[in-house]
């Protein structure tokens, strides 16, 4: 399966200001996904990144909050973009393998960010 | 709409014992997949098993498989021989679904005790 490397793996931010969250694959790969974790829950899809057209964006999550690039088949980056506390999450970066046609998903080490 | 729902916020377990994490899903798709991941508390997502709706036989991968009761539409993991490394969150998800995006359970929070 894929090597990601996510970088930061964790950050403390001020209110107000924004991060950029990186993701290199070892292999090229059409989609890339991030996810956002709230403390205590579970995963929640932000956007797919697709190399060379605009990330497509779920409900709840819009471009000028979580500006996304995808420059290349292997690396994407997503932008936290003026923080608050509400912010504070695990940020994921994954890419799908297909295993006996299963689309599993294998995912960075995630990047942990406390707003304050 | 697709749902997984996870009943047990928390388990413990004693170090070499069977423990087994439930999973029920609702879906009207007759072909989808069910997967569980382990979280540590690193943070990083570990996928473990998968299970296609038309696998007739439970998949297993090493001490981790799956029950697999379709009429029930429950996907248990079942964990053999458990380890202190065990200690995690699992998470059950679906691809079921028109988009046939991951629909994530709230997970479950094994503990074992030494």
């Known amino acids: 399966s894929a090597v990601i490397s996510q970088k930061p793996s964790r950050d403390i931010c001020q209110r107000g200001t924004s991060l950029t969250i990186q993701c290199q694959v070892d292999?090229?790969?059409?989609?890339m996904f991030w996810y956002r974790q709230q403390p205590g829950q579970s995963l929640t899809l932000i956007a797919t990144?697709?190399?060379?057209?605009?990330?497509?964006?779920e409900s709840g999550f819009v471009i000028d909050k979580f500006p996304i690039s995808r420059p290349n088949l292997t690396f994407s980056t997503l932008t936290v973009s003026n923080m608050s506390p509400e912010d504070s999450s695990i940020y994921l970066c994954?890419?799908?393998?297909?295993?006996?046609?299963?689309?599993?998903?294998?995912f960075g080490a995630g990047s942990r960010l406390t707003v304050l | 709409a697709q749902k997984i729902t996870q009943t047990q916020p928390g388990m413990f377990v004693q170090e070499k014992e069977a423990v087994t994490l439930d999973c029920t899903y609702d879906?009207?798709?007759?072909?989808?997949?069910l997967f569980w991941y382990k979280q540590p508390s690193s943070g990083e997502m570990i996928f473990l098993i998968y299970?296609?709706?038309?696998d007739e036989q439970n998949a297993t991968e090493g001490r981790y498989s799956l029950n697999f009761q379709k009429a029930r539409k429950s996907a248990n993991l079942v964990i053999s021989a458990s380890q202190l490394g065990d200690s995690a969150m699992y998470f059950c998800?679906?691809?079921?679904?028109?988009?046939?995006?991951?629909?994530w359970g709230l997970g479950t929070s094994l503990a074992v005790n030494p």
């Open positions: 994954s890419v799908g393998t297909a295993p006996s046609g299963a689309n599993v998903l294998t």
């Open positions: 292999s090229q790969v059409t989609m």
């Open positions: 990144a697709n190399q060379g057209s605009e990330a497509t964006y």
């Open positions: 879906t009207s798709d007759q072909s989808y997949g």
């Open positions: 299970q296609g709706s038309y």
């Open positions: 998800a679906t691809n079921a679904g028109n988009n046939r995006k991951l629909i």
